[in-house]
């Protein structure tokens, strides 16, 4: 059964209903980038990742053969370093039980995925799980393929089967949504600032100060 049209907010991956999914964002992977500059999909990865921490947002992570693919970026590894990937032997990730009972276990229905390759491992689990009548969205900034018309064909043909895409700057500030949620401000500035070059120093002088007076 297909997810169910949303509109107005409930179209958005809006904070209490959301959980990620990184998918295999190891070093053979990322090595067969050619859809981007490799480094800017580990990049931006990090800062999906440091997003998703910073609000709360359950986070999975997942790997395959990763005695022959390697294992996790260390620096995505760095962000969740009390948590194991599930490493897997299928290659589409909604195949393994593990992953799909762990996504099931947080309640959530919002389901983010980002990962190597996006014609591959991420259509493959977002085609299923959208079919399954989760919300997916699948942020295309923080995956890649192993050439630009794969990454492409692959995020036109998951639009088709009702895939949200989005980018990993873009879902911060939705999940963000408000100003006045300002104990994430400053996380989310700081790392907006550290891996999207946006400049908050003023915001969060601002805060700071708001902070210093009480009032």
């Known amino acids: 059964m297909s997810a169910v049209a949303r509109t107005g907010l409930q179209a958005l991956p809006t904070l209490e209903e959301s959980v990620l999914v990184l998918i295999d964002h190891q070093p053979f992977h990322v090595a067969n980038v050619n859809s981007h500059e490799p480094t800017l999909i580990v990049n931006n ?43 897997r032997t299928f290659i589409n990730a909604w195949q393994d039980d593990r992953v799909v009972e762990a996504v099931k276990a947080t309640g959530r229905r919002k389901l983010i995925i980002a990962g190597l390759w996006t014609e591959i491992c991420v259509a493959m689990s977002a085609i299923q799980a959208s079919g399954e009548g989760f919300e997916v969205y699948v942020v295309t900034d923080a995956s890649g393929g ?3 018309e794969a990454h492409d064909m692959a ?20 999940l963000q949504c408000d100003g006045v949620r300002e ?15 946006v400049a908050f120093g003023w915001e969060t002088q601002l805060l700071a100060c708001h902070a210093g007076t009480g009032g």
Do not use: C, H
Not at 73 to 81: A, C, S
Not at 183 to 197: F, I, L, M, N
């Open 45 to 87: 990865v990090i800062g999906l990742a440091e997003t998703a921490k910073a609000f709360g947002v359950p986070t999975i992570l997942t790997t395959v053969a990763e005695g022959r693919d390697g294992y996790l970026v260390q620096e995505l590894q760095d962000v969740f370093p009390e948590q194991k990937p599930i490493d």
């Open 146 to 148: 192993v050439s630009k």
């Open 155 to 174: 995020v036109r043909r998951m639009a088709r089967a009702g895939v949200v895409p989005i980018t990993w700057s873009a879902l911060a500030g939705e």
């Open 183 to 197: 104990e994430t401000v400053p996380a989310v500035a700081q790392v907006q600032t550290e891996y999207d070059g």
